[in-house]
């Protein structure tokens, strides 16, 4: 099965500055790769993905980048703000798409 | 946008007891919906697939007979804790992929902290 690898466990960041999550995974037939973010208690959120067809993905603040043949892919949040503060988990989809395997999760505290 | 709902949102019961859990999606048809256990500060474990209509799969590890599934129809899929021990106490979550072909994305739902007393 897939193992996706998580990285860091806690990230502190101060407001304004960029955060970085990277995730590698170990089965070259995952081709989607959706980054959640969850907040305390509530459901996991999506924020961005990539499919395996690209190598970068930007929406505003948030970009993911996919390395197919390194098979890791990485969550850049630029100009962070206390509200992203929370949990983020990256995970890989295997090809018949049905199952998501995720990462153990990055708790990233923003200070003000 | 897909919503998904979960019910209940908290639950406690005592040892023994069964408890079941309700996942819906609310306004498109989910032809498979997952179930995933959460411990505090851990990440989302994947439990077992279920697809409506036919018998779930469960992951390695997790004991089909105590948590049953069964997806009824392409809204709704019930998880139900048997006999349950208060190392069952966790964080439960469901989701649903929409029948759209092509469509990856997953739709959780709110979850639901159950508690064994």
């Known amino acids: 099965g897939e193992n996706v690898e998580q990285h860091p466990s806690t990230l502190s960041v101060q407001e304004g500055d960029s955060a970085v999550i990277k995730c590698t995974y170990s089965d070259s037939a995952s081709n989607y790769f959706p980054w959640y973010k969850q907040e305390l208690g509530k459901r996991p959120q999506l924020i961005i993905d990539i499919r395996s067809n690209v190598g970068e993905k930007k929406d505003q603040r948030i970009a993911v980048t996919l390395n197919k043949t390194a098979k890791h892919f990485s969550l850049h949040i630029t100009e962070t703000q206390p509200e992203d503060s929370a949990v983020y988990f990256c995970?890989?989809?295997?090809?018949?798409?049905?199952?998501?395997?995720f990462g153990s999760g990055t708790k990233l505290n923003v200070k003000p | 946008g897909a919503v998904v709902s979960q019910h209940p949102s908290r639950v406690i019961c005592k040892s023994g007891t069964s408890v079941k859990i309700e996942c819906r999606s609310l306004?498109?048809?989910?032809?498979?919906m997952f179930w995933y256990r959460q411990f505090p500060k851990q990440s989302l474990m994947l439990m077992a697939t279920s697809n409506e209509g036919s018998k779930a799969t469960y992951e390695q590890g997790v004991e089909k007979d105590k948590f049953l599934i069964n997806h009824a129809s392409l809204t709704l899929s019930t998880l139900t804790v048997t006999s349950a021990h208060p190392e069952d106490s966790s964080f439960y979550i469901c989701?649903?992929?929409?029948?759209?072909?092509?469509?990856?994305?997953?739709?959780f739902g709110p979850g639901t902290r159950l508690t064994v007393t």
């Open positions: 989701s649903a992929r929409g029948t759209s072909g092509g469509s990856y994305e997953q739709y």
């Open positions: 306004d498109f048809q989910a032809t498979t």
């Open positions: 995970a890989a989809v295997e090809y018949n798409f049905n199952k998501f395997y």
